[in-house]
């Protein structure tokens, strides 16, 4: 018996465009969903606190099979621009527009820190209550650590276990039973935590370095 096409949204939570990494892994999740299986559709945030979403953006989110949402994460929460589309997504339904039958979502954070594990929480918790609020099958996160180091060092053969295996699950659970329960991921940098604050610390100098040659050349 074949399985039925799911309908996939994938939400690109960040404004960075093709340089982000939030989208570098959003690309990663839609290619493992087969597209024999999986019909899917990406939507990008606005960073204009007066654009709306059309009324056609926001059914196609109603009526999705499956949600899946990349963010990088800032000061320890959502961007903005992605707290706006929830926001507006919930008076949509709130309004009377009908939602898909069992909504599964995921979300993908990807933060500035090595240890994920410490930082996401909060912005977990806030997609967890944004499920809840609506009655959507929250399903798991995969919290990604120096997101930026992740994307440069992810083609490294064997350094990459434990992202292939959350990027994988997704997969998995979009076309498993709602019954089957899955933990958070935690993706750490292969490069230590030591060096990344190292290296860190030298760009913040350089930074410094750079201000001060300016300001005397604005001085002369």
């Known amino acids: 018996m074949t399985a039925p096409v799911k309908t996939v949204c994938l939400i690109n939570g960040s404004l960075r465009g093709r340089k982000a990494s939030s989208l570098s892994f959003l690309q990663d999740v839609s290619r493992r969903l087969p597209d024999a299986l999986c019909r899917k559709m990406v939507i990008t945030v606005r960073g204009h606190a007066k654009q709306v979403y ?3 953006t926001l059914a196609a989110m109603a009526q999705a099979d499956v949600l899946v949402f990349v963010f990088p994460l800032y000061n320890y929460a959502l961007p903005g621009a992605l707290m706006a589309l929830l926001e507006e997504f919930h008076r949509f339904v709130l309004e009377g527009n009908a939602l898909s039958h069992d909504v599964k979502v995921y979300a993908v954070v990807n933060c500035a820190f090595p240890r994920p594990e410490l930082t996401t929480g909060e912005a977990v918790r806030v997609m967890r209550n944004f499920c809840r609020r609506l009655s959507l099958n929250w399903r798991f996160a995969i919290c990604i650590g120096t997101g930026p180091v992740v994307v440069v060092t992810k083609k490294v053969p064997f350094l990459d276990r434990t992202l292939k295996r959350a990027l994988s699950a997704i997969a998995m659970d979009v076309g ?6 899955v933990s958070d991921f935690f993706v750490h940098p292969v490069i230590p935590e030591r060096v990344i604050r190292r290296i860190r610390e030298q760009y913040e100098k350089k930074g410094e370095m750079m201000v ?3 300001r005397r050349r604005a001085l002369q």
């Open 54 to 56: 059309s009324a056609e």
């Open 176 to 181: 498993a039973g709602a019954g089957r329960t």
């Open 212 to 214: 001060r040659r300016d």
